[in-house]
């Protein structure tokens, strides 16, 4: 017995990938026989992955960083996991609310899936949460893009799995996209290897700080290609043009953990290489951390601007994703201790908040079949659970007081003034003013104003599942936690910075 546990904290961080890996083989075979086991499975694989997220974290936090090397083959031709601080944070962030979003999805595919497809949606998803995990630890450019390729199709399924016309356009754009991003990934590791000869991120780190002075214009263009990639995957304006379509029209669990947790891995695997593998002297030759600003700034206006204007409560909730990952991405640019504090923070805060939205916003499509806005007056009374919930998040978004959406936007704030650049303090404020012109009125609207049926008659409700409910009670109960005790997150968040 303890040989075994040895031999499972041993191998915790291959362990955690195989085990979604292996548990998303067995559900199209629990299909044929007992399809009412592929939700309990898919469960397990969570559970597991918590214990394993668990044990990792104990590892981090008391010997320091794990490092792994997969059949004991040492890099630079083995494969290499490496779970640090900022790995940790990651981890918990994927387990913790993808799980939460599976539990309400367990009842919500009944209404938006057919009976035929159900298991293989938890075949995609088991292999996208898989996948990102996998992105969190591996040390090395092959199996981050295998792993990005596998993250991607399985994005794509569980857009697509709804069968319907708007579900396959959306994700067939997402899928020219994507490729797109993960073309101009591969060609940047091919122009790394070139000059480095290392695929494993820390001998291609010690080989780049000469190589630049040899091929300066291959690693430039490298990180142009880098940068471009990644952008157009965590959708930052200009290049988002595929998320509006994929978050609305997707079932709300797909929704929730592409835009809670998919479009973040992004960002956190562009950080990791841009701090960590790419030399600090690049930065002088060419303005990045500039550049992201700027775009930034766009992506936090422009998907404000655009939310603003829409009718349908999903289509409104993705262009909000395009604001947020904006702030995501602000933090990369400030590059200074608060700046990244905030921005590596609003990761989890935004993974909670999004996905709760999301989420409430399946629920009252479940219980209603509403999805205009303007047909949410009145719903309030109804489903107070539900548009109490919804409340939490738009003051989280809003960056309200005692909500963790405030937290991020202090430290993010207190970034752009230790950089001497208080024009990013003004797109922070002007944000959250625009925040409040499209979340409040939804929510003063359905407490406050007079119900409407589609002929006059009132709202017919359906009760929600206990499944349905307990999700979205508890991320409303992370956001407020975190929002009045942030120094749980705060001490992981600061020690992974801290690491650059």
């Not at 007992?34 to 397990?44: D, E, G, T």
């Not at 930052?236 to 609305?248: I, K, N, Q, R, T």
């Amino acid at each position: 017995m303890t040989t075994a546990i040895n031999i499972i904290q041993g191998h915790s961080p291959a362990l955690i990938v195989v085990t979604f890996l292996l548990f998303s083989y067995l559900t199209p075979v629990l299909d044929i026989w007992k399809k009412n086991w592929c939700a309990p499975l898919a469960i397990a694989a969570h559970v597991i992955a918590l214990i394993f997220t668990g044990n990792l974290a104990w590892k981090v936090f008391t010997t320091g960083t794990v490092v792994y090397h997969m059949g004991n083959w040492a890099p630079p031709w083995g494969i290499e996991f490496v779970v640090d601080y900022l790995a940790v944070f990651m981890l918990i962030t994927i387990t913790v609310v993808s799980l939460l979003i599976l539990i309400f999805a367990t009842k919500d595919l009944g209404h938006e899936l057919k009976d035929k497809v159900r298991s293989w949606y938890y075949t995609l998803y088991l292999l996208l949460v898989g996948a990102m995990i996998g992105l969190t630890i591996t040390n090395d450019f092959f199996n981050m893009f295998v792993f990005m390729e596998i993250a991607a199709m399985a994005a794509c399924g569980i857009i697509a799995i709804k069968e319907d016309k708007e579900c396959v356009e959306a994700s067939l754009k997402y899928l020219i996209l994507s490729a797109v991003g993960t073309g101009c990934v591969l060609l940047s590791v091919a122009m790394l290897y070139m000059v480095t000869g290392h695929l494993n991120f820390t001998f291609a780190a010690e080989a780049l700080i000469p190589a630049l002075e040899l091929y300066p214009n291959n690693i430039l263009v490298a990180l142009a290609l880098f940068s471009a990639g990644f952008i157009v995957k965590a959708a930052l304006f200009p290049l988002h043009v595929w998320l509006p379509d994929a978050h609305s029209s997707a079932p709300s669990p797909s929704s929730a953990i592409l835009s809670g947790l998919v479009i973040k891995i992004y960002a956190y695997a562009y950080l990791k290489l841009l701090l960590k593998v790419f030399p600090g002297d690049i930065f002088s030759i060419v303005p990045i951390y500039d550049m992201i600003l700027i775009l930034a700034s766009l992506s936090i206006f422009f998907g404000s601007v655009f939310a603003i204007v829409q009718e349908d409560i999903k289509r409104m909730l993705a262009f909000s994703s395009i604001a947020q990952i904006g702030y995501v991405f602000l933090g990369i640019g400030l590059a200074n201790q608060a700046g990244l504090t905030g921005g590596v923070l609003h990761i989890f805060n935004h993974a909670l908040m999004k996905s709760m939205l999301f989420l409430s916003a399946g629920a009252i499509i479940y219980c209603t079949g509403i999805r205009k806005i303007d047909q949410l007056k009145g719903i309030g009374a109804k489903m107070p659970l539900v548009m109490g919930v919804f409340s939490v998040g738009a003051m989280a978004m809003v960056g309200i007081p005692t909500t963790n959406g405030f937290i991020s936007k202090l430290y993010l704030a207190l970034g752009t003034l230790d950089a001497g650049k208080p024009f990013y303090l003004g797109v922070i404020l002007l944000s959250s003013f625009l925040n409040v012109i499209y979340y409040f009125p939804i929510v003063i609207n359905a407490f406050f104003g007079e119900p409407e049926g589609e002929e006059g008659n009132e709202i017919k409700v359906k009760n929600l599942p206990l499944q349905m409910s307990i999700p979205l009670l508890i991320l409303a109960a992370g956001v407020m936690f975190f929002g009045v005790f942030p120094k749980h997150m705060l001490i992981l968040v600061e020690r992974a910075v801290a690491m650059f």
